[in-house]
């Protein structure tokens, strides 16, 4: 077992330079953070002051330094030649080989639309100079970006690796893209609890070396595995640190923020010359069309995925139909159904949702912490502990149920999914195998449904009521059970089974909590934190990151199915969260804050990273609907889909996740065709295996473009398709040009 | 039969200046409508330059005019003191008999609240001359309005008639309001199409006079009807002027503003101050939350009752079972259902909501005319013809089974009602009798449905196809074969069955064509208006009340339900047209131009006209979402509900009512007693009979205030009661006072 021997790039020097800047960055960031204003309409100057200084001197010497010279060079060159890449797969698409316009790019399946060409000076408004520095930049963060999601059997798009390979004068070949592994769909008659199939025990032990799982073999360990590569924090740090320098930039805060700004106006263009023709096509596209095209509710918490009625209703049912069921069991006091109705006052029949009180409302607004509080029915956490938690007198029986009449109303409709997120606390590692066994025992599986596990922030809770002794116990708690059955799956058959169905990690809580610390070499291990502050964001993701990284290499090479790293992120707190999110992170969950960092913002673009927002849950919680960023990002090209978060708690229909796209359709007037890319988005998101996602998408859905699409399955029209991959290929395209200039 | 001999007001002199004035304002407001702008934020001083100039007059007048001697008058006066009138039925409910402070009002079933109380000058901002005209005039308007609707039996708040009765020193007695009639709800067992009760006929002939409908007593009729009151149109023309003049007066545009905007930041204090405890009472209110109030879609159109998705289903499963039946059979032409979709050149597998096209989309925003053709599937008429309408080779039988689809939909969820609209055109009287064979037929009958009838204002259509010589014919064609069918019920047994259900009349089309022609004592009778042009709708709006006026007083005499008339208005178009429905309507769908008239608003408030809001439906065609008034309108306390208007072209989920509730919430962020009192409006506004409303609302609904309530049923806090008539008592006791001063 060695450290990080992938060839992706070099180790990185530290720049000193580089490092304290960073850190002004990160101290003026946090320092922000406490003040809950609404997040204001996106705006370069006053994002960061110190960017701003940092702009003026760069303007100031760049005025010195702009030579006559320098000008005729800019004013010399022609207008920007955008290739489409000549992807080795899709041979039969007609690919450009030689540089020549977009366009007059002809794909054989998508039909003549009117192309927005620009002509001129391509970097109008920033000099060759400014340029130039934020396309090396740019590229340096696309490589970082690609390295870590490599490292970790996580996506990057083949599009932006394909541009970076060019720059390096590589090829780029099928065989060097990663993919995470995914349980394939439960076949019709097989037991998905089935526990045939798991391979033999290895003779490995495992151990935490600073926060991170260990594998060393025994001794008299017979069958060896490949050495797995480990994380190596320095070269991480070092990246951050280029990073947040990066995000802080001037020229590239500038340059990005113009690219941005010209994607929306463009988009805008395209919509208004080819809305008719895109509708045409799905006209004529037969049998398909928003309804029938599927649609995952990629981000939503196992204990608020039922509505509120659905919940009052089962409250209700059960209370009538299991009176005298032992439900209750603690510090010697035994209470059946009734009795506990009895012992908080409440007979059933006078249930209301009103006196259910779980729904959020304009109390929760900017109130995280009275939001939480929702999460108890009737303000009791008795019926919490009843309803939505696994582990009770009841083994969690109350619990499964509901979410199984979650999932049957999922298969009814035929064409809606939802990824449930289960948590995992890390305060003791027997709650693997007591979360493995209700899942088991209680048969909570549904063909509509993938898994995921959520980490909740809360080391500080459990430190200062003495759990644990340091974050690195924690750590221990959340992953060691992981790969002891990694190793010795026929040890722990449960909880081996169990991971067979989970398809990714979040991590959760207020992100506007807890910060300040900056995460850099000099901090504590996470065996040295015992202090009862809690970790920042950047260093809890850093830990789950590495210790997924080494669990899905470990994995895979035992042929098993290997774990996303799917945080929440930027909801509130500081734009650094976001860029950890963006070396670590395959998806993320929310994203408003995007709207403050447009080198962030653009970066999430050229990687196509995946947010799943939920608009509904931020009207209750941090951003009045219509200030919502949603829509901005679709037109910016962002890869967004919809999500419902907590039905429990927003949501007022039958169907929360149709009711989410519904309002967003509404209040954005959105087209049906934002509306089925939006949904295509969200199955490409998700953790379904490869092949559901060929049946729910069409066989080529790796490719990018239109190539890549089924609008038979997916209703998405192909010149929407194609003004896609054309304009992503042409920001790419721009990042060429830029480090081409400066060699 | 004699004209109009009701007590309530001597005959109006008609005063040339306001005449004069009135037609200026009308042409300022009708000139504007061309202009399909979005409707401005209200703002006062630009709605009406001609109101401006009169009221820089008027400044420049009192400035001269108001004496020291003035301003002590107005300084000497104390706090207004607000009195709850003491009516008659509520005598256990400790009215106040004297001038006592409205914070002081103690009702037994409400819980303590925080009132906000206003000392000081109560006319602050205008001066005690302008405070007495806006009065004056304020309460001329008023009874105006109760005056047409006594006439019509529709409906006028028991309160407002109160205050009126006090100001003439009279004392209100309950005997003297008026109700509709609306027939009972069918008994279990009992036959909806029965014709076993129908009175028996009457020698009586009818004819139009003046485009109006006329009864006259045969000469060998035995049996007498109690004469009739007539419209006398030369009265009404001088009541519109007189409002007309009002709406402009800037003084009464001043008063009125302040007074809207004081209503809406009273609500906002109140909310505040009152949001937890109006929360508490719903919450120990058992057994009844916001699932489970009633709720009446109380403006729907029949022919878009359905979702896109339930007509794409219906169409589907009709196309595979109905293959080889014959359903059309025009021009000598006979087609199956597979034969007619094979002229169409489509296979009904294939087909989607695409294709289906009759979602509204950004393509029909400002486009009422684009939004037209939505009605048509697949921009086929045929379909349209087959699906949706009730003559056809098939008898509208596909239609006739949607409607109960969706009706069935509404009976299975229990608490929720729809009031759709059916279509007569008054191209010919046969209509009548057809729609009520198909309606008989088909036995197209829901508990919880109320019908309506809708007329479309295209007489300048038929007349300019020649199928009608003049504008009276259209009116004879849609009012004469209800006089018949009621004065001879016996020979018109389907049609006397039909109008059993029908509960009231709509007016509907664009409101923002045919405007220009002012209705005044010189415009044309209808028998003379032989004209291609449309009349105006002030014109349609008397025709259509006149003839429901007498109608309705004709069927009361009989024992038979009588109709309400519940225009379109105020969607588009001039103000004018609110003002003529304030005449005329018992209520109105839409209403959104109220923002641009100050003084019409604050007179719907004062007459708690009920407005019919579609804010979805209004976010497809004439106002962005958040810009819609349902929110201000509720906060200032006029009388809103929500209503879907096409669920066909604008709605997603399977229950659209719950949709446009859903948005509206999320939106504006409307808390769970917003939405109750909202549905309980619904209920209220609509034409659900006596017994319904007794058991939808409770035995006391007709009581306003916290005495008329039944939290029970409603969900609606009494505290949020008690403050709505606490506001309204406030504003008519201020009218009072106004009156006073200039005794």
């Given at each position: 077992?060695t450290?990080?021997k992938?060839?992706?790039?070099?180790?990185?020097?530290?720049?000193?330079?580089?490092?304290?800047?960073?850190?002004?960055?990160?101290?003026?960031?946090?320092?922000?953070?406490?003040?809950?204003?609404?997040?204001?309409?996106?705006?370069?100057?006053?994002?960061?002051?110190?960017?701003?200084?940092?702009?003026?001197?760069?303007?100031?010497?760049?005025?010195?330094?702009?030579?006559?010279?320098?000008?005729?060079?800019?004013?010399?060159?022609?207008?920007?030649?955008?290739?489409?890449?000549?992807?080795?797969?899709?041979?039969?698409?007609?690919?450009?080989?030689?540089?020549?316009?977009?366009q007059?790019?002809?794909?054989?399946?998508?039909?003549?639309?009117?192309?927005?060409?620009?002509?001129?000076?391509?970097?109008?408004?920033?000099?060759?100079?400014d340029?130039?520095?934020?396309?090396?930049?740019?590229?340096?963060?696309?490589?970082?970006?690609?390295?870590?999601?490599?490292?970790?059997?996580?996506?990057?798009?083949?599009?932006?690796?394909?541009?970076?390979?060019?720059?390096?004068?590589?090829?780029?070949?099928?065989?060097?893209?990663?993919?995470?592994?995914?349980?394939?769909?439960?076949?019709?008659?097989?037991?998905?609890?089935?526990?045939?199939?798991?391979?033999?025990?290895?003779?490995?032990?495992?151990?935490?070396?600073?926060?991170?799982?260990?594998?060393?073999?025994?001794?008299?360990?017979?069958?060896?595995?490949?050495?797995?590569?480990?994380?190596d924090?320095?070269?991480?740090?070092?990246?951050?640190?280029?990073?947040?320098?990066?995000?802080?930039?001037?020229?590239?805060?500038?340059?990005?923020?113009?690219?941005?700004?010209?994607?929306?106006?463009?988009?805008?263009?395209?919509?208004?010359?080819?809305?008719?023709?895109?509708?045409?096509?799905?006209?004529?596209?037969?049998?398909?069309?928003?309804y029938?095209?599927?649609?995952?509710?990629?981000?939503?918490?196992?204990?608020?995925?039922?509505?509120?009625?659905?919940?009052?209703?089962?409250?209700?049912?059960?209370?009538?139909?299991?009176?005298?069921?032992?439900?209750?069991?603690?510090?010697?006091?035994?209470?059946t159904?009734?009795?506990?109705?009895?012992?908080?006052?409440?007979?059933?029949?006078?249930?209301?949702?009103?006196?259910?009180?779980?729904h959020?409302?304009?109390?929760?607004?900017?109130?995280?912490?009275?939001?939480?509080?929702?999460?108890?029915?009737?303000?009791?956490?008795?019926?919490?502990?009843?309803?939505?938690?696994?582990?009770?007198?009841?083994?969690?029986?109350?619990?499964?149920?509901?979410?199984?009449?979650?999932?049957?109303?999922?298969?009814?409709?035929?064409?809606q999914?939802?990824?449930?997120?289960?948590?995992?606390?890390?305060?003791?590692?027997?709650?693997?195998?007591?979360l493995?066994n209700?899942?088991?025992?209680?048969?909570?599986?549904?063909?509509?449904?993938?898994?995921?596990?959520?980490?909740?922030?809360?080391?500080?809770?459990?430190?200062?009521?003495?759990?644990?002794?340091?974050?690195?116990?924690?750590?221990?708690?959340?992953?060691?059970?992981?790969?002891?059955?990694?190793?010795?799956?026929?040890?722990?058959?449960?909880?081996?089974?169990?991971?067979?169905?989970?398809?990714?990690?979040?991590?959760?809580?207020?992100?506007?909590?807890?910060?300040?610390?900056m995460?850099?070499?000099?901090?504590?291990?996470?065996?040295?934190?015992?202090?009862?502050k809690?970790?920042s964001?950047?260093?809890?993701?850093?830990?789950?990151y590495?210790?997924?990284?080494?669990?899905?290499?470990?994995?895979r090479?035992?042929?098993?199915?290997?774990?996303l790293?799917?945080?929440?992120?930027?909801?509130?707190?500081?734009?650094?969260?976001?860029?950890?999110?963006?070396?670590?992170?395959?998806?993320?969950?929310?994203?408003?804050?995007?709207?403050?960092?447009?080198?962030?913002?653009?970066?999430?673009?050229?990687?196509?990273?995946?947010?799943?927002?939920?608009?509904?849950?931020?009207?209750?919680?941090?951003?009045?609907?219509?200030?919502?960023?949603?829509?901005?990002?679709?037109?910016?090209?962002?890869?967004?889909?919809?999500?419902?978060?907590?039905?429990?708690?927003?949501?007022?229909?039958?169907?929360?996740?149709m009711?989410?796209?519904?309002?967003?359709?509404?209040?954005?007037?959105?087209?049906?065709?934002?509306?089925c890319?939006?949904?295509?988005?969200?199955?490409?998101?998700?953790?379904?295996?490869?092949?559901?996602?060929?049946?729910?998408?069409?066989?080529?859905?790796?490719?990018?473009?239109?190539?890549?699409?089924?609008?038979?399955?997916t209703?998405?029209?192909?010149?929407?398709?194609?003004y896609?991959?054309e304009?992503l290929?042409?920001?790419?395209?721009?990042?060429?040009?830029?480090?081409?200039?400066?060699?």
């Amino acid at each position: 077992i060695t450290e990080d021997k992938l060839p992706v790039q070099a180790k990185h020097q530290t720049d000193e330079q580089t490092r304290i800047l960073a850190e002004k960055v990160f101290a003026h960031d946090a320092k922000d953070e406490d003040s809950r204003d609404e997040i204001s309409p996106f705006d370069v100057p006053v994002d960061c002051p110190i960017g701003e200084i940092e702009m003026v001197q760069h303007q100031l010497h760049k005025e010195t330094k702009e030579t006559v010279e320098n000008r005729k060079k800019r004013m010399q060159r022609g207008p920007i030649a955008v290739t489409l890449p000549n992807i080795e797969e899709v041979k039969d698409s007609e690919p450009i080989e030689s540089a020549t316009k977009v366009q007059h790019v002809q794909y054989h399946n998508v039909p003549d639309f009117q192309r927005v060409a620009i002509t001129g000076d391509y970097t109008s408004g920033v000099t060759v100079e400014d340029f130039e520095l934020a396309c090396k930049g740019l590229h340096k963060a696309l490589t970082i970006r690609e390295k870590y999601m490599h490292l970790s059997f996580q996506r990057f798009p083949r599009t932006t690796a394909h541009y970076l390979r060019t720059i390096e004068n590589k090829r780029w070949v099928l065989e060097a893209e990663m993919h995470p592994t995914f349980t394939p769909p439960v076949k019709d008659g097989e037991d998905p609890f089935s526990s045939q199939d798991l391979p033999e025990n290895l003779s490995y032990s495992c151990e935490m070396k600073d926060g991170v799982v260990f594998v060393r073999a025994k001794k008299d360990s017979a069958k060896k595995i490949k050495d797995l590569p480990f994380p190596d924090l320095p070269t991480f740090i070092d990246d951050m640190n280029f990073l947040i320098a990066l995000i802080a930039q001037g020229p590239v805060k500038t340059y990005t923020h113009r690219r941005l700004k010209f994607l929306r106006s463009k988009f805008n263009l395209h919509e208004m010359l080819n809305e008719i023709e895109e509708l045409r096509e799905q006209k004529i596209n037969p049998h398909r069309d928003f309804y029938n095209v599927r649609k995952v509710d990629t981000h939503i918490h196992a204990a608020a995925c039922m509505s509120q009625k659905h919940l009052l209703r089962f409250i209700k049912s059960s209370a009538r139909k299991d009176t005298d069921r032992l439900v209750f069991n603690s510090k010697g006091q035994k209470l059946t159904l009734k009795e506990l109705f009895e012992k908080l006052n409440l007979h059933p029949y006078n249930l209301t949702v009103d006196s259910l009180d779980v729904h959020a409302g304009r109390q929760t607004f900017q109130r995280f912490d009275k939001f939480n509080a929702k999460y108890n029915p009737v303000g009791a956490s008795e019926l919490r502990d009843l309803y939505l938690k696994t582990e009770n007198c009841i083994n969690g029986e109350y619990f499964a149920r509901i979410i199984k009449e979650v999932a049957s109303d999922l298969q009814e409709g035929l064409y809606q999914h939802a990824e449930p997120r289960l948590s995992i606390y890390g305060r003791s590692p027997e709650e693997w195998p007591k979360l493995a066994n209700w899942f088991i025992e209680q048969r909570v599986f549904s063909p509509n449904m993938k898994w995921m596990i959520q980490i909740p922030r809360i080391y500080d809770i459990f430190r200062g009521q003495n759990f644990i002794p340091h974050f690195g116990k924690m750590l221990e708690s959340i992953f060691v059970p992981i790969v002891k059955a990694t190793l010795q799956p026929r040890d722990h058959v449960e909880l081996s089974v169990f991971l067979k169905h989970i398809t990714g990690f979040d991590s959760v809580d207020d992100e506007s909590k807890h910060s300040g610390h900056m995460f850099c070499t000099k901090s504590p291990t996470p065996e040295q934190w015992t202090q009862p502050k809690n970790p920042s964001y950047s260093y809890y993701l850093y830990y789950m990151y590495a210790n997924i990284m080494v669990i899905n290499n470990l994995r895979r090479e035992r042929g098993m199915n290997t774990f996303l790293f799917r945080p929440h992120c930027g909801e509130a707190g500081a734009v650094t969260h976001l860029l950890t999110a963006f070396m670590t992170a395959d998806n993320i969950s929310h994203g408003l804050n995007l709207k403050k960092s447009p080198v962030l913002q653009y970066l999430y673009f050229l990687t196509q990273i995946p947010i799943a927002m939920s608009p509904l849950s931020n009207n209750s919680l941090f951003l009045e609907y219509a200030k919502n960023p949603l829509l901005e990002y679709m037109q910016k090209g962002l890869m967004v889909s919809l999500s419902t978060d907590d039905p429990m708690q927003f949501h007022y229909t039958k169907e929360p996740l149709m009711e989410e796209y519904a309002i967003a359709a509404q209040v954005f007037k959105l087209s049906t065709c934002d509306m089925c890319e939006i949904a295509r988005n969200s199955v490409l998101q998700s953790g379904f295996s490869e092949q559901e996602k060929i049946k729910f998408l069409g066989p080529n859905y790796r490719k990018e473009g239109p190539e890549g699409n089924s609008i038979q399955k997916t209703n998405v029209s192909q010149i929407r398709m194609a003004y896609r991959y054309e304009t992503l290929c042409y920001e790419l395209n721009l990042i060429m040009e830029g480090l081409k200039v400066s060699e």
